[in-house]
Structures are given as C-alpha cells and as structure tokens.
C-alpha cells in the first residue's frame, strides 16, 4: 500500500520560482507586482511557475521591505447589522484578488469619542482606512488622517470642501422620494421616526421630507416626529409612542429599515393591520425588509457597492493613482406591500 503524499517539507519561496523559471529573483518580484519592462514571454513563464509551484507570496515580508503593513482599515458606527455587514462584505468584494487584507475597527460612539479612534488608527498599523458614517464627517479624525499622511476614502460624507475622496447617495433626495411614494397615496398624518442625530444622513433625510410635504401643500407634524438610533428597538419604541395617540398617524416614514421593521411588530402587537391601516416605509433595502411580511416599501441604497467604490478609491491612493473627489451611486425606490391609501379619504 502506498504512503500517502506528504506535503513539501519547505515553504516555497521566491528563489524556488525564479529557479523553475530560469530567471532573477527581481524580475520574479517585478512580475508579481505588476511592473514594466518585462517581456511577456518571461511574465508568462514567472506565472507559470508560480502555478505549478503553488507560490504564496509572504505579504508579511513584502510589508516590511516597502514599509507596508497591507492591512486596510474599515472604521464604522452604525447599529444595524445588515449596515455593517454590506459594508464589509463590499470591502471584502473588492479586495479579492489584492495582496491587501481587512481589518474591521468598529467603534460605539464615534462624535464622542473620536480621540479614542485617532488612537486605534495611529496604533493599527493599517495602510489607509475607509471611514464609514459618522466617521467620515469627523473633523478630528479627517484632520488627523491629513496630518499623519494616512489615505481614507469616505462612504456617505456631507462635508467636501478640501477633504476627498467619498462615495456618496443623494441622501436629501432619496428620501424626498420615499415621501413622495407616500404622500401620492393620499396620506397626510404621517408619523417619522428619526434616525440617530449624531448620523448626519439624519438631518439630510428630513430635509428630503420636508421638500416632499412642500411639494405635495403638506407640512410635518413636530409632535408626529420621534427620534430613533437606527436601530429595530427604537423603532418599536417610536412607534408605539406615535400609535398609542388617539389621532394615530396613518403612515410611518422610518428612517432605515430595521426601525420600520421595528414599527410593524409595533403595529402587529397593537392589532393595527399594515398595509390597510397603516403605511410604513424605510430606508436602505436591507434583507430584514425582503423577509418580514409585509414586505417593506424603501429606498434602495446600494452600501456594498458603494463600500467596493470607496475601497477602489483607497487603493488607488495606495498605488499612486489619482482620484475624482466624487463618486455617486444611483438610489431606487423600492415599491412593496407595506403601503396603501389611507383607511379614510384624506388620511
């Protein structure tokens, strides 16, 4: 009976490639890391024997002879998972296939601790970073990126002057729309549960609101406004405090979707039926508005494929590429059965 086939007993390295290939260890190198004046003849020949060899590049060494760690940093504060996850996942996506790898830095409460951040990106001893909301508006994580040379890209900033690049949605015209949706079924006791207030998308998509309400000869009700933390929790809470008054809204504008997912558990708990006595919609099209029943009307914001652009734009930094300031990413109105006209003319 035949042994079985035992593994090399040596890592293979670099010499054993150029070897196998008949060439110098630098052109081996000049060809792994995608430089010029090489034939193709001997490009294929390096790739080859890569193949045949099962070559891995120790990117640990690589780092440190060019005084890098090829570790990429994703700073993010945001409470819903589905967020976070997309976002990594869209990080991850684009990485493949790079010597680069993730380090994910979440952090609790970035606007009140943002010198603990600059302390964990100073000692992560990370290339570059992608600044997620509320990140990638903080002064004081900018500003200190900017002093220690580091490159960043920015998913969602609201603040560009000098600072780039960033990944963006029309946050204020996104929500316009998702209003608009709402407003064209007749509704006009209309209920909006807020996402946190340290989240500048907040602010942006109240303002898309308040545009949709002017434009329909509508205005937002003050007291029919809740704060939430985009979480499914202070969704629930929000709406049950807005489903409790007598005058009860007949739609709800959530500012994400798990506190709209948060609202329709409200709902079912006080026997109230959605769509027909109650609309609620969202924001993000997250999986948690494809799976509940009804499925959640929202505004499609594509996070995995913005957090991919921003990783693009990081790496280009890296590489020496120039960068546009901008880059935008289409919305899409998502139109499911969570609404419906109101259960009176008139709402």
Do not use: C
């Not at 099962?54 to 570790?71: T, V």
């Not at 970035?110 to 570059?128: K, P, Q």
């Not at 809740?226 to 202070?234: K, M, N, R």
């Amino acid at each position: 009976m035949k042994s079985p086939r035992s593994r090399p007993s040596r890592r293979i390295t670099i010499v054993d490639v150029a070897r196998h290939a008949a060439v110098s260890t630098k052109t081996v190198s000049r060809v792994l890391n995608g430089e010029p004046h090489v034939t193709d003849a001997v490009r294929d020949r390096v790739r080859e024997a890569v193949r045949v060899l099962d070559y891995h590049p120790n990117i640990m060494a690589q780092g440190l002879a060019r005084q890098r760690s090829y570790l990429i940093g994703l700073v993010y504060e945001n409470p819903s998972p589905s967020y976070g996850v997309d976002l990594q996942m869209g990080v991850l996506d684009r990485l493949r296939g790079e010597r680069y790898r993730l380090v994910v830095l979440p952090v609790r409460s970035v606007n009140d601790h943002a010198d603990e951040v600059v302390g964990l990106l100073r000692s992560a001893a990370i290339d570059g970073v992608v600044l997620a909301p509320p990140a990638s508006d903080s002064r004081r994580i900018l500003d200190e990126l900017v002093g220690i040379g580091m490159p960043f890209a920015r998913i969602s900033p609201t603040q560009f002057d000098d600072i780039v690049p960033g990944v963006v949605v029309d946050d204020v015209v996104a929500a316009a729309e998702v209003a608009g949706a709402v407003l064209a079924q007749g509704h006009r006791r209309i209920g909006i549960i807020k996402g946190d207030p340290t989240h500048a998308a907040s602010s942006a998509r109240m303002t898309g609101y308040a545009d949709a309400f002017a434009a329909a000869g509508a205005r937002i009700d003050p007291t029919r406004v809740i704060d939430g933390l985009f979480t499914f929790d202070s969704g629930f809470a929000a709406a049950r405090t807005l489903l409790d008054r007598p005058d009860r809204p007949t739609a709800i504008l959530a500012q994400n979707d798990d506190m709209a997912v948060g609202a329709l558990m409200a709902a079912r708990e006080l026997g109230i039926d959605v769509p027909r006595d109650l609309s609620i919609v969202g924001f993000d099209d997250s999986e948690i508005a494809r799976i509940t029943w009804p499925r959640i009307t929202t505004m499609r914001q594509p996070v995995f494929d913005m957090a991919v652009s921003a990783t693009s734009l990081l790496l280009d930094q890296l590489s020496g590429t120039p960068v546009p300031a901008t880059i935008a990413h289409e919305h899409r109105l998502i139109l499911r059965e969570s609404i419906a006209p109101p259960p009176v003319a008139g709402g």
